[in-house]
């Protein structure tokens, strides 16, 4: 659990539709497609790069860990947050806002 004076700092950067910290939610951000788990302190989605800058830099100041996770289907536990951690779900990021054909990506 994030303490409250950090919680609410960081709910001035994302609404509250866009955190989560109830246990039974943080358990959906606690493992991967491998066989360790590990609960966050909370998750965030961010919508743009200045709110996951204006994130960062408040976890920074707190040195508060911080995971980055997509979908979660690491075979190989990169995803699966370090203890009392924050998550950055990046899975409500997913505008396609231009296809390079010359490198296919
Ligand atoms: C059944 C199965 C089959 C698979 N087959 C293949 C295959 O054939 N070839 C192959 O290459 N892979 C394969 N994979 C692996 C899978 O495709 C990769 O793990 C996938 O690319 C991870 O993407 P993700 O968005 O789910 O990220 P996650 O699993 O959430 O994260 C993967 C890593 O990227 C980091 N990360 C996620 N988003 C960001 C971000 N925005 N910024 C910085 N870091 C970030 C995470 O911290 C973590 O370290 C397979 C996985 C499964 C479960």
Redesign the pocket.
């Known amino acids: 659990m994030l303490p409250p004076a950090q919680k609410s700092e960081l709910l001035q950067i994302v609404t509250e539709d866009r955190y989560l910290d109830r246990p039974e939610e943080l358990t959906c951000y606690s493992y991967?497609?491998s066989l360790d788990e590990s609960l966050p302190d909370a998750v965030f989605f961010p919508l743009s790069t200045p709110e996951v800058s204006a994130i960062l830099k408040i976890a920074g100041k707190h040195r508060i860990p911080v995971?980055?996770?997509?979908?979660?289907?690491?075979?190989c536990g990169?995803?699966i947050p370090v203890h009392h951690s924050i998550v950055l779900c990046?899975s409500r990021m997913n505008r396609i806002i231009e296809i390079n054909t010359g490198i296919a990506t």
Do not use: E, H, N
């Not at 995971?67 to 075979?75: M, P």
């Open positions: 991967d497609s995971t980055a996770r997509g979908a979660g289907t690491s075979v990169a995803p990046f």
